[in-house]
């Protein structure tokens, strides 16, 4: 099989194309999403929890530092960057890049995130109060931004001494805001550390349910026991991060390690967003109790599992066909030739819509929604904003695929016509 390179050798480094906005929403996303974070909080965290109060209800200063917040997010980072080096787990290869060479990268998270799941036992058992993370929040989402801006301008200025080669190709554009925004320099490292790699899984993934557990802990403090809700709202994220963090290696194929450069879109991400937005319902619900009944649970819990299965079963798939197509699991499945020699598959999951991946993930976030029952938007953000991240990065991802395989994507796309949702779109 010929070996994936990262982009094509031949093109330059330099480009001129801008996505996301190009200079707009260099200016407008860095100063739009940081506050977003702050009033999505801020609104959970308030009786109404109306998201069409105006003008917006935004924290008082005082709620916004807490010395204790920059040593706890510190803390976490260090911890997560020892457990990354420790000599656990194997070592894969990245794919080729452009001058021919290939990266090393440890597959120990899910150790990352046992270790942590020990310590974190180990605090509770000592009598340490994990619900004080609630009233800690928007400290802490104040210094994962901070943390987050820092790093983005060490990568930016540190890009300048990358050998052209180590460049995104959509990173270098020439323009500071939008090159600091979308990232310069495709795989920064310090020594053999990648910090794009480990940035993208542990210290935000891992944040984001330790912050569940903070406001189920928040919940038995002020009610006795955690609600059925809170549990499955933490159940079913927990599944979510220990499945990213088990397949870990499958990351190294995705568009943000292959494509994207490391640039304050991707530090906010990572640091900032991931951790304080995607688990809003958790927060919701301390302040917002929700009953449900045993036979709504049941339909809940269904869907979740079904957009799991659909969710993984097709990542596998795909990940498993792309290592090793004449494995038996998807040898026998129908396939296209490109002119690069790699094959698309047009039957099982890749056969039924072109990015049943995003189906299944799409159905998992509303099952996270709905324990919060349906007298507020708030927490049903996160689908939300999902549906569209994934819609605009379907269409990315198209875009990058006609460039790559042509002919044979428009008759994969002939083959295959709807993109997520079978007979919708
Ligand atoms: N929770 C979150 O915030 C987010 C979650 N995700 C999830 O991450 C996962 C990965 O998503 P993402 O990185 O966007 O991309 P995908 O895993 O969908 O990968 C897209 C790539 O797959 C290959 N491909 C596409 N069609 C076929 C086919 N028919 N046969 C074989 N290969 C094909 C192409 O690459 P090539 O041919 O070069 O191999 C294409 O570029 C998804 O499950 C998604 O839901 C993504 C973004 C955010
Ligand atoms: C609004 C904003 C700043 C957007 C930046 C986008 C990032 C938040 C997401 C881009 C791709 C992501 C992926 C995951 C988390 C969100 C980001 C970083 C992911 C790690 C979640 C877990 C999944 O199993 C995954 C490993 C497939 C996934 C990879 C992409």
New binding site residues.
Partial sequence: MRP?IQDSKHRSSHTTEQEFGGTLGAICIPIFLPLTVLLLITLCQSPDASVLQWPPLLPSSERLWDPLAPMLVLGWMALHAVLYLLPFGKVSEGLVLRDGTRLKYPINGFYGLCITGVLLMLFVWLGAPLGFLFELLLPLAMCATALSFLLAVYLYVRSFWAPPHALALGGNTGNPLYDFYIGRELNPRIGNFDLKYFCELRPGLIGWVVINLGMLMKEVELRGSPSLAMIMVNSFQLLYVTDALWNEEAVL????IVHDGFGFMLTFGDLGW?PFT?GLQAIFLVMHPQHISPLKAAAIITLNGVGYYI?RKS?SQ?NQ??RDPTHPSVARLETIATSTG?????SGW?GFV??P??L??MAMALAWSLPCGFSHLLPYFYVIY?TI??IH?EAR?ER??RG??GLAWDT?CRR?PYRIFPYIY
Avoid at 253 to 256: I, P, S, V, Y
């Fill in positions: 994936n194929t995705t568009m943000d991931v995607y969710f990542n795909k066909f792309r790699k094959r698309l598959l047009v890749w072109r990015h991946n995003y299944g993930d999902f991240l994934l990065r991802d990058q695929c790559k395989y994969y295959v």
